[in-house]
């Protein structure tokens, strides 16, 4: 499960796509139980719950025979959702761009490495937050455009794939 540190920059959470704000839940006192297993105290009622993770920041929960979707929303995703940056990734598209002015604090990869969808591909340091560019395909790293340390805008070229 997410650590307390990390549920601070959360913003709010994603059920089937839906948004729900976090003071929806607020009152909910949750309980740990075993492993995956939790009892939620909601308005009164008590709920049995299942808690699996299933990719970065999204979970499956089965809530009293009741399977949802949830997914974490920091506040900096909402940033960059909010700056246009997730709408305009075309998978399709050989070059990855940066969503936001920054500093490269750190590359994980290397030309003609072959990369994985999800995969780290740099670090972008933003608004004092550290955000991890990754890979929106599976490809081969034809160019990368930076170096650790340099300053970046938004919008210019960081990395560019094999077409």
Avoid: C, W
């Avoid at 699996?52 to 940033?79: A, H, M, N, P, W």
């Amino acid at each position: 499960m997410e650590s307390i540190k990390q549920l601070q920059s959360i913003d709010h959470i994603s059920v089937h796509g839906k948004s729900v704000s976090l003071e929806t839940i607020s009152d909910a006192i949750v309980e740990h139980m075993s492993d995956d297993r939790y009892s939620i105290l909601m308005d009164g009622i008590t709920y049995s719950a299942v808690v699996r993770k299933s990719s970065d920041k999204s979970y499956r929960i089965k809530i009293e025979g009741r399977l949802l979707d949830v997914r974490l929303i920091r506040k900096i995703d909402q940033i960059v959702q909010n700056m246009g940056y997730r709408d305009r990734l075309n998978i399709a598209s050989v070059n990855i761009t940066s969503p936001m002015p920054g500093l490269i604090k750190k590359i994980f990869t290397h030309v003609g490495e072959t990369v994985l969808q999800h995969q780290n591909l740099l670090v972008l340091e933003a608004m004092k937050m550290e955000n991890v560019i990754k890979s929106p395909k599976d490809g081969i790293i034809k160019s990368i455009l930076v170096m650790t340390g340099q300053p970046v805008d938004k919008t210019q070229v960081l990395v560019e794939f094999e077409k």
